[in-house]
């Protein structure tokens, strides 16, 4: 029998990004002796990267905004599929949370006046993102460690989780392994809380870190929980294009919100050629009121760079196509141009977009201050993910809960930028709050020695076979498929072959073979993760092939338009099966109540 180490605590929170940071600080301060496990260093999580900013209706800029339009525009945005508890509750919220963050130390960029500044960003109509620079990220993590540590939660990090342990169908623990030295360990628990981010490294091309495995939605698929509308994977238009070597990596729509515009290779601003009846209200006709807009003039509409992301990644993909981007395939954003407007132009866009400036500079050679940008989308971010309860955040598994971009619902077909970071913020602390009060409600569970073991088992495996492939090559073909067949443009045909090819690529994954020993072995993580991407990557693709249908993130060129009827009235649900096999569902919308339709009425 395997040995291994054992410990014991009231709540587990898996990850250490803003949500599960937020989650252990809610979860601790409820009196639960509270454990926060980590693939990577404390402080290194996917969350430091993200750059533009938070979403909150504080109106510190214009004071025309309130909950009621950010809601608004968080359901217009999501098309309607989303959860509207949580829309609900993102939106009321999220101010409280991000002053508390300011009163825990973190340092805003300011108004004038000192107030907590807001920025322009996509499908938002007021200026609403709190942000420090282009690094809000990192002062966002670095604000939530340090209240953390000081609160005196317990982390293990470097720690990969790779099972969820039942006992009678609620949560018992889990299951996971240090990197460094491959050792096992096993944590009891009553309540766990998934806070383990994003999927992206099922993609080629992708914003996303190396941590984006899907780890979270497959973890909890197995124990039993639902994943709901995965087909909604946000392809985020400006990642970088050139070099090869750092293609995917994100340019902010911080950058289009400080005044930054789309060109194609003839220079015309073509996104002025397609808005969406829905935006057209809101949005300029015209280069000059785009400008007014960026400058704060509230008589103005937002340029149509600011468009929702999903739109406006089509629109570049569509020049490409028609043989009008730029030379390695993307078009150019630039920036530069804003010193026609301004005396100042180069220091105000150093001050304004620093990790940008420095991102270019260092791996482009490029000045952003001085000449375009080029870029084309990117795999970003996952609207789907793990279903929970809109109020509390518990799974279908007793026990479990999830928040953050692991979970479901908030952002419905498509995510507005800066949704993200006061989502993390809001279910966090809910999740937090929910876990301390349902463990304290348990009486202990009991570890379940025999799954232990085969949990072990199955991750030693790719160590004891004789022959076997490379786990890099499977995860590299993963990622050519995906990204070839179930991408931003999708046909039944191609996914259907997707489907087929994830079959071969299942059974390549399970008969990896890994050389060398446990200590800092990454063939071995890697085919750990393989398992989990493969979940991820069956689930987006049946869903996708499922919604016969374009909307928000999933479009269909089989499909191109809009069904209402069929699919604007339910979301997918994949579950596993009695037989292992995974199955699709489509669950009926709750209707929204009276005061909240409402609501979106009134904000058209
Ligand atoms: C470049 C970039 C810029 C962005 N900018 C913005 C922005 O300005 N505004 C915005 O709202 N959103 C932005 N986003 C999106 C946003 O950053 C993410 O959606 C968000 O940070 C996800 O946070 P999280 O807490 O859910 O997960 P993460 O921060 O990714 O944390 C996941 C944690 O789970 C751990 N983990 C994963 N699997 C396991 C496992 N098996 N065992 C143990 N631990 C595990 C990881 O180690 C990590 O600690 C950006 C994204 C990118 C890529």
């Excluded at 993307?330 to 991102?359: C, N, R």
């Amino acid at each position: 029998m395997a040995g291994y180490a054992s410990h014991e605590y009231d709540v587990v929170v898996i990850g250490a990004g803003g949500a599960g940071l937020r989650a252990a600080i809610e979860s601790s301060a409820a009196g639960a002796r509270t454990l926060i496990i980590c693939k990577s260093l404390l402080g290194k999580a996917h969350t430091v990267m993200a750059e533009g900013g938070m979403a909150a209706a504080m109106a510190n800029v214009d004071d025309r905004d309130s909950w009621k339009v950010h809601f608004a525009d968080t359901m217009r945005g999501g098309q309607y599929l989303n959860n509207f508890r949580m829309a609900e509750l993102h939106a009321k919220q999220a101010p409280d949370r991000v002053r508390e963050l300011e009163a825990w130390g973190a340092v805003f960029d300011r108004t004038a006046d000192g107030r907590i500044l807001q920025r322009n960003f996509g499908g938002h109509r007021y200026p609403r993102l709190a942000h420090v620079g282009d690094r809000t990220g990192l002062e966002l993590i670095r604000t939530l460690q340090d209240q953390g540590v000081h609160q005196g939660i317990d982390v293990q990090m470097e720690c990969t989780v790779v099972d969820l342990l039942l006992d009678g169908g609620r949560v018992a623990g889990c299951l996971y392994y240090d990197r460094e030295r491959g050792q096992f360990r096993v944590v009891r628990t009553s309540a766990i809380v998934l806070a383990t981010g994003g999927v992206g490294r099922a993609y080629k091309i992708t914003s996303n870190s190396w941590e984006y495995t899907g780890d979270g939605q497959a973890l909890a698929y197995r124990a039993g929980a639902e994943l709901m509308d995965m087909e909604f994977v946000q392809f985020h238009p400006t990642g970088m294009v050139w070099p090869p070597s750092v293609r995917g990596i994100l340019v902010t729509e911080g950058v289009r919100g400080e005044g930054g515009v789309l060109r194609n290779k003839d220079g015309k601003r073509f996104m002025f050629a397609d808005i969406p009846e829905n935006y057209r209200s809101s949005t300029a006709d015209n280069e000059e009121e785009g400008w007014r807009y960026v400058c704060g003039d509230k008589s103005a509409r937002r340029p149509p760079e600011l468009l929702t992301r999903d739109h406006v990644a089509r629109c570049i993909m569509r020049e490409v196509r028609d043989g009008r981007g730029s030379p390695h395939g993307g078009v150019f954003l630039d920036i530069s141009w804003i010193k026609e407007k301004l005396k100042d132009a180069p220091t105000h866009i150093k001050k304004k977009l620093p990790s940008m400036y420095h991102q270019f500079k260092q791996l482009a050679d490029i000045d952003i201050t001085q000449e375009p940008m080029e870029v084309g989308p990117t795999t970003h971010y996952i609207m789907g993910g793990v279903r929970v309860d809109g109020d509390t955040q518990m799974t279908n598994v007793p026990g479990l809960f999830a928040a953050g971009e692991v979970a479901a619902g908030l952002h419905g077909a498509n995510r507005l930028g800066g949704n993200s970071l006061s989502d993390l913020l809001v279910f966090g602390k809910l999740a937090g709050e929910h876990a301390a009060k349902f463990a304290k409600a348990q009486t202990a569970p009991k570890i379940d020695e025999e799954s232990v073991q085969v949990g072990i088992k199955s991750a030693l495996a790719p160590f004891e076979r004789t022959s076997g492939e490379n786990p890099y090559a499977v995860q590299f073909a993963l990622q050519d498929l995906m990204q070839d067949k179930v991408g931003i443009v999708r046909v039944e045909k191609e996914m259907k072959e997707a489907l087929d090819g994830l079959q071969g690529l299942k059974r390549r994954a399970a008969a990896t073979k890994v050389e060398g020993n446990r200590e800092f072995n990454p063939g071995w993580h890697t085919a750990i993760d393989l398992a989990n991407l493969m979940v991820v990557s069956e689930a987006i693709t049946l869903c996708a092939l499922e919604r016969k249908e374009s909307r928000g993130g999933h479009y269909r060129d089989d499909h191109p338009k809009k069904d209402e009827a069929t699919f604007g009235t339910c979301n997918l649900v994949i579950k596993r099966g009695a037989d292992g096999s995974m199955q699709l569902s489509r669950r009926p919308l709750t209707k929204l109540p009276a005061e909240l339709q409402q609501v979106v009425e009134e904000n058209k």
